[in-house]
């Protein structure tokens, strides 16, 4: 069975950094086929994705946010992290981690429950 | 605001047929697969379509999507009550380097 599971804290502080991990099982991360994703969703709004790290290592994020996000793994963990520089009350949002196939056209298959990170003093 | 555009909500009754457009344009889904995602309330999204028009297995036949040019429809035929959820669409943007992109979501209501 192919899970995901999103874990971090749950409130920082404003220019706090936020380190996000998304922990997976039933499948590699160096699998060719496949890559995770970072997405999020501030409450009663819509998906924004940020980020992106294939099999390859290759990374790509979203271009609004680039200067403040970095995404990396560690294969052995089946662990893919993102960190997100000086944090604001406008990033108050679910996180979610979420896999994309080959085989299902790079869509988003299988999606973590998401973890809500509030940003306040 | 989103790259892709959807309509912010749409509504009809139980048993009624309804459909969802999404907009994008040749960077995005001009050349690249539409995704559809369910989101009931509380919930995280899931794949209802991909590849433009495939259902991945437990998804039923009700759900339907297409895609012409640079817009995508999601249809959803015998609307049932449990179908009340927000639907997004999404794809890749090749534009400058890949870039995933979604809509902004229309909420579903089956009056």
């Known amino acids: 069975q192919v899970t995901l599971k999103e874990s971090g804290p749950v409130l920082v502080k404003p220019t706090e950094t936020l380190t996000l991990t998304c922990t997976v099982s039933?499948?590699?991360?160096?699998?060719?086929?496949?890559?995770v994703s970072w997405i999020r969703q501030p409450p009663g709004k819509a998906l924004e994705w940020l980020a992106h790290i294939f099999s390859n290592d290759e990374k790509s994020y979203s271009t609004s946010l680039k200067s403040r996000l970095t995404i990396s793994k560690d294969t052995s963990k089946s662990q893919v992290v993102l960190t997100m520089t000086n944090m604001d009350p406008v990033d108050t949002a679910t996180y979610y981690c979420?896999?994309?196939?080959?085989?299902?056209?790079?869509?988003?298959?299988?999606w973590g429950q998401g973890t809500m990170v509030t940003v306040s003093s | 605001q989103s790259v892709l555009t959807q309509p912010p909500s749409v509504s009809a009754a139980p048993g009624q047929k309804v459909t969802i457009s999404c907009s994008g344009s040749s960077s995005n889904i001009g050349n690249n697969y539409v995704s559809w995602y369910q989101q009931l309330p509380g919930t995280a999204p899931k794949l209802l379509i991909y590849?433009?028009?495939k259902r991945p297995s437990g998804i039923p036949d009700r759900f339907s999507g297409s895609k012409s040019g640079t817009s995508a429809t999601l249809g959803i035929t015998g609307l049932q009550t449990g179908d009340e959820a927000d639907y997004y669409c999404?794809?890749?943007?090749?534009?400058?380097?890949?870039?995933?992109?979604f809509g902004g979501g229309t909420q579903l209501t089956v009056l």
């Open positions: 979420a896999r994309a196939t080959v085989t299902t056209g790079d869509a988003f298959d299988i």
């Open positions: 590849e433009n028009n």
């Open positions: 039933g499948f590699s991360l160096s699998n060719a086929r496949m890559g």
């Open positions: 999404g794809t890749w943007d090749s534009s400058l380097s890949a870039l995933a992109v």
